[in-house]
């Protein structure tokens, strides 16, 4: 696909072959849309991960296998997530990137789903993916000099790393870093040092991840978690925990968005994203223990859903706010595409701002908690739509650990 241009914007989309590890059998298919700046200077990129399932096309194998036939390029599963998390506008203002990652886990299935809660391989599809992007940009062909020359478009490696649903907690492994993701991989039987390779005939590779020059690899400056839904299944090494634990020790923005209405993520996600009760472990607790020093900050936004965070509506994201679980009153909670939508697309816009031209946040952890953005986000009703729930009962609508850090 040619890129196409949109005002100042470009959007690609590009198809990889992964190996999580060079000595691992075994390949995973990699979809990439990206939004660049059209001068090729993003001065950053936001990494998202998307939450619901959507390999639901039952006849994707004999289409794809049609496709190859007659050289097409077929999408995975023919969708695109950017289009139900299009947040391109929060980041024009400072000259970022947006990329979304999608990935087949398990392609000669009947089913091709693409995306299973508390699997870290997903995080490491998106830390491959941003990475990917900083050292050859929107193209497949990274073995061509002069094709990478061109398809460049980041002036630096800093990440800012988001996800909605499962794909937040998938955000919560990638946010943690290559170390991390090396040493957590190493520990719980998922070894991460991959390599990528052109899905064309000849057989094109890079060398492994932990060959790249440090300026190459994704350089985490902060997390985004909307909604995010874990399931941890031990036997598998599926959950996010070890990779929770870890970023409670990185001094950096860790946002998480929950909703008053959102079933998925607080009833059905093991552990839960938040709880009221300080008794019940949950996401929020393991990334903000209470003798840490974790930045992790939470609100929770009144008749929030599990899906009004999308830009546009989605059958599959709509079935985890249908559960009776008793959170809200039926149909009480935001749509796709509504005031939820255009306060999350905000609250990116004011996330990324906290950022000076270089580097990562400029601040201890009280300048966080004092910063613009946490000042506009610590409010009754920060954009004066959508209303956040407070805590405590209090006049705070933001929660986190070690309040007297900053007495």
């Known amino acids: 696909m040619n890129p196409i241009r949109i005002d100042n914007y470009c959007f690609d989309r590009i198809h990889l072959w992964v190996r999580y590890d060079k000595d691992r059998i075994g390949f995973t298919e990699l979809a990439l849309e990206v939004f660049y700046p059209a001068d090729r200077k993003a001065n950053g990129l936001l990494m998202f991960n998307h939450g619901f399932l959507i390999g639901d096309d039952l006849l994707y194998l004999p289409k794809k296998l049609l496709c190859t036939f007659f050289n097409n390029d077929c999408p995975l599963f023919q969708k695109n997530p950017s289009e139900y998390y299009n947040y391109t506008s929060a980041i024009v203002e400072r000259n970022w990137a947006f ?110 991840l932990a060959s790249w020059p440090e300026e190459y690899l994704a350089d985490l400056v902060g997390l985004v978690q909307l909604s995010p839904v874990d399931m941890t299944q031990k036997a598998l090494n599926f959950g996010m925990a070890p990779y929770r634990n870890a970023l409670s020790t990185i001094p950096m923005p860790i946002l998480m968005i929950i909703g008053q209405c959102d079933c998925a993520a607080r009833k059905d996600s093991t552990p839960p994203a938040w709880s009221p009760d300080d008794q019940v472990e949950t996401q929020f607790t393991e990334e903000a223990p209470s003798d840490g020093d974790s930045w992790a900050v939470v609100a929770n936004v009144e008749r929030g859903s599990h899906c009004g965070y999308l830009t546009r509506k989605n059958l599959l994201c709509t079935q985890a706010d249908n559960a009776s679980c008793g959170l809200c009153d039926a149909d009480k909670g935001y749509k796709a595409d509504g005031d939820e939508t255009r306060f999350t697309v905000e609250l990116f816009r004011r996330f990324l701002a906290l950022f000076p031209d270089e580097g990562g946040f400029d601040g201890d952890f009280c300048q966080w908690i004092e910063s613009p953005f946490m000042t506009w986000l610590n409010n009754a009703s920060p954009d004066g739509s959508v209303s956040l729930v407070p805590f405590g009962g209090g006049d705070d609508y933001i929660d986190y650990t070690g309040k007297d850090r900053c007495a």
């Open 99 to 208: 990329a979304c990652v999608t990935a087949c886990h398990k392609e000669n299935e009947v089913m091709p789903w693409t995306d299973f809660g508390g699997n870290p391989r997903v995080g490491q599809e998106a830390y491959t993916a941003a990475s990917y992007l900083i050292r050859y940009g929107a193209t497949n062909m990274f073995h061509n000099e002069s094709a990478v020359d061109k398809a460049r478009f980041m002036v630096n490696n800093r990440v800012v790393f988001a996800g909605h649903s499962v794909g937040g907690a998938h955000a919560q492994a990638a946010a943690t870093g290559f170390v991390n993701l090396q040493a957590i991989g190493e520990a719980t039987g998922v070894r991460y040092n991959p390599v990528v390779y052109d899905r064309e005939i000849l057989p094109y590779h890079t060398e492994p």
